[in-house]
């Protein structure tokens, strides 16, 4: 028997810090496992099924974001399902908005744009409430060089040396629209430091922990442990030039993505 399928496009966000990331994995705590408890209880048992607009790992936050909900046999009444369903969910996660979509549409193949923003601070240790918001390294940086560094990273490039553990069949080019270094003014409270600062990337798509290795290697840089030039090689891709130092994912926030 075949059954009629509705499709609904939930837009939502999340705090990242207690979670294994979005996909679910056997004995770990995963967004996409309690949206799909919230669901079953929410739905009542009926079919149904989510896919992402795409995944983060582990402890990675997201500010906006999309899930395609496909469900079966029954069309939602959404001024219902909506409130039911976010009183449901945990408080670290929360549906913004959601409305019906149809067959044409496809999450994964229509054009995105995505924009990461990492979060750090230098020097004094931070109050520890930061901990899910930024990174703390705790050390004088050379922020102007890292600044001059971020720009490098905009444009077309083969970013084999920022995809984690490619292989041979890993697309590894790719175009970054902007990426930026500057004194954090996007996100702020009462506890955070008085100077924090934020890397602010936008494109199309990104390979597995690249932004975090593109922070690895700027604050490399801002350490002086390498400089512009070798930063210039890591983005020529035809170099293969192993970077061993990826960033902490708690500084990480996908803050949206553009359909």
């Not at 990242?16 to 209880?41: A, C, I, S």
């Not at 060089?145 to 040396?161: P, Q, R, T, V």
């Not at 990480?252 to 359909?259: A, F, G, R, Y």
Request: include cysteine; proline fraction near 3%.
């Amino acid at each position: 028997m075949q059954y009629k399928r509705f499709y609904y496009l939930i837009k939502l966000q999340y705090l990242g810090f207690r979670y294994h990331g979005w996909q679910k994995q056997p004995d770990v705590l995963t967004v996409e496992h309690m949206l799909n408890k919230t669901l079953n209880y929410v739905l009542e048992g009926k079919r149904f099924k989510v896919i992402a607009a795409g995944r983060t790992d582990a402890m990675v936050s997201v500010n906006q974001t999309y899930a395609e909900l496909f469900i079966y046999e029954d069309a939602l009444e959404i001024d219902s399902f909506f409130p039911e369903f976010n009183k449901n969910l945990p408080p670290d996660i929360r549906a913004l908005e959601i409305e019906e979509t149809s067959a044409d549409f496809n999450i994964i193949q229509h054009p995105k744009l995505k924009e990461y923003l990492y979060f750090f601070t230098i020097k004094e240790k931070m109050h520890p409430f930061c901990a899910p918001f930024m990174v703390n390294i705790q050390e004088d940086l050379d922020i102007e060089l890292m600044m001059i560094g971020a720009k490098y990273f905009e444009g077309e490039h083969d970013f084999y040396s920022f995809t984690f553990r490619p292989n041979s069949g890993t697309i590894t080019d790719g175009e970054i629209v902007s990426c930026e270094l500057k004194e954090n003014d996007i996100y702020t409270a009462n506890f955070f430091p008085v100077q924090s600062f934020v890397l602010r990337v936008v494109g199309e798509g990104f390979k597995r922990q690249q932004i975090r290795l593109m922070m690895g290697a700027l604050i490399d840089l801002g350490r002086h442990k390498i400089d512009l030039d070798f930063l210039k090689q890591t983005i020529n891709g035809k170099n293969r030039i192993k970077l061993e130092h990826i960033a902490q994912a708690s500084g990480l926030i996908l803050n949206k993505v553009e359909l």
